[in-house]
């Protein structure tokens, strides 16, 4: 009797271990087979290349701009080496950029240099930046010399990297600050504005930015008499839409 019960348990079992066998066969998956197309649609890719094509700068053979000289001007800076003719004695309304002056107005700076390569103006209208470039013959993509006026007049003139080539001697971009301090003497103060070192020689009119230790820019503004500065704190926005406190120098009246 024990043994015929062994017998169907055994024979359960083989019947069970058989069915599960039968089951994965059944269940095995369907070998995967390779075809030579393309993973991408041909013609959605060339359109997207269409989209992304680089256009190629535009050719630019650079030229020395011709001017109508000054009457009115003691120096031109595209002909003096102001700060070293004068050992620092001049005034920024002595100085003529390709014939304009601060305080003249935008008319008179169309009629000398024509439409600038660039021109800006806020939403309020409280200003307009005006950025020679090509016009006065400089090749790049970035501007030379930039007129910022307030109320239709010249309140800023300011020389970048690009304008060097018309500038001379030691009013140039890369002069180093030693050669400054020897030329202008210690500025009335400074600050910092970025990655600049700005001099301010608020009697001359003249603020001068320099990367590491040598100029990069020179800004031309109305001088006035230094009585000195007070550095006050206010909150601004950053670039990032950030409240921040910001302390700046104020020109004491």
Do not use: W
């Amino acid at each position: 009797m024990l043994m015929r019960k062994e017998l169907i348990i055994t024979s359960l079992v083989l019947l069970g271990t058989l069915s599960a066998l039968l089951i994965l066969t059944g269940c095995k998956p369907e070998r995967v087979t390779r075809t030579s197309e393309p993973l991408f649609n041909n013609s959605l890719n060339e359109k997207i290349e269409n989209l992304t094509v680089v256009e190629e700068p535009e050719e630019f053979e650079e030229f020395m701009f011709n001017y109508t000289p000054r009457n009115d001007s003691k120096y031109e800076i595209a002909e003096d080496d102001v700060f070293t003719i004068t050992r620092g004695n001049f005034t920024s309304t002595e100085i003529s950029f390709f014939g304009v002056m601060l305080g003249d107005s935008y008319d008179s700076v169309i009629k000398r240099l024509g439409i600038p390569d660039v021109m800006f103006i806020p939403a309020d209208q409280s200003y307009k930046n005006l950025e020679y470039r090509k016009r006065i013959g400089i090749s790049g993509k970035f501007s030379g010399l930039t007129f910022h006026l307030e109320n239709d007049t010249v309140t800023r003139i300011t020389v970048k990297p690009a304008f060097n080539k018309y500038l001379h001697g030691n009013t140039s971009i890369g002069t180093d600050k030693e050669v400054i301090y020897a030329l202008l003497d210690l500025p009335d103060y400074q600050d910092f504005v970025s990655v600049f070192r700005v001099f301010h020689y608020v009697e001359k009119g003249v603020e001068i930015y320099f990367k590491n230790r040598y100029v990069n820019r020179i800004s031309f503004v109305f001088p006035k008499e230094f009585k000195g500065v007070e550095y006050v704190t206010a909150q601004k926005v950053s670039q990032e839409g950030v409240l921040v406190n910001v302390t700046e120098p104020v020109l004491t009246e």
